[in-house]
């Protein structure tokens, strides 16, 4: 009975390296959601993604970020030339495409840039 | 305005008592409510969802939705010490989008 999956769980990188965020939804799910997590703060939504889609990105800063989620294996979450502003939680959730998108979140991915 | 306000708390009941938590949205053509439950360090837990206007029950939780006033709430009865954690309300985005617009989340702390 596997949930939403992320790895790695922890990420430590100095600035200007790139980060790589991956998720597995839960079986059966279709629709996968990037979420951030700020220090003391609520999460923000980034991107919606579907395979091979980008259904939403208003979430996602211009420069840097970008996602994808191909037809074989997990959503990806890629951060490039990081810098210490991007140290968050960042959470995957994942939801069917029927019935009222419930949204179950997986364990997140907690990034430290140095 | 935010978009989802939430008091940051924290709120403090004791244990066995019935812990109120509070929401207000600004778009009134939202349709979808939620509230999470996340303990420190971890992941938003969904404990709840309602969708209709009057009170959903599931256990020792009541979810309320009122949309003439915009307004959603979480009533926990018994509370207990393991339901210390921050409660997170989260609103679907109208207009056909799936996003989920949270609030920053209300600290509940039950004391023995």
């Known amino acids: 009975n596997a949930g939403v999956m992320q790895n790695p769980r922890h990420l430590v990188r100095r600035r200007g390296q790139e980060a790589r965020l991956r998720c597995s939804p839960m079986k059966g799910h279709s629709h996968v959601y990037w979420y951030r997590q700020l220090p003391e703060e609520g999460l923000k939504f980034m991107v919606y993604l579907q395979k091979e889609n980008i259904i939403d990105e208003s979430g996602m800063p211009k420069e840097r970020f970008s996602a994808e989620f191909p037809k074989e294996g997990p959503s990806i979450l890629r951060i490039q030339q990081v810098v210490r502003g991007d140290s968050a939680a960042y959470f995957c959730?994942?939801?069917?495409?029927?019935?009222?998108?419930?949204?179950?979140f997986g364990p997140g991915t907690r990034l430290t840039v140095l | 305005q935010k978009e989802v306000e939430q008091n940051s708390g924290p709120l403090s009941v004791p244990e066995g008592a019935i812990a109120s938590l509070n929401c207000t949205y600004s778009d009134r053509g939202s349709q979808s409510f939620f509230w999470y439950r996340q303990y420190s360090g971890k992941s938003p837990e969904l404990i709840m969802f309602?969708?209709?206007?009057g009170d959903k029950e599931d256990g020792r939780f009541t979810a309320q939705l009122n949309k003439a006033s915009q307004y959603v709430s979480l009533l926990i009865r018994d509370s207990q010490p393991s339901d210390s954690a921050t409660y997170l309300c989260?609103?679907?985005?109208?207009?056909?989008?799936?996003?989920?617009?949270f609030g920053a989340g209300t600290r509940l702390a039950v004391h023995p």
């Open positions: 989260a609103v679907r985005a109208p207009g056909g989008y799936n996003k989920l617009i």
């Open positions: 959730a994942s939801s069917t495409e029927l019935g009222n998108n419930e949204q179950f």
């Open positions: 309602i969708y209709s206007n």
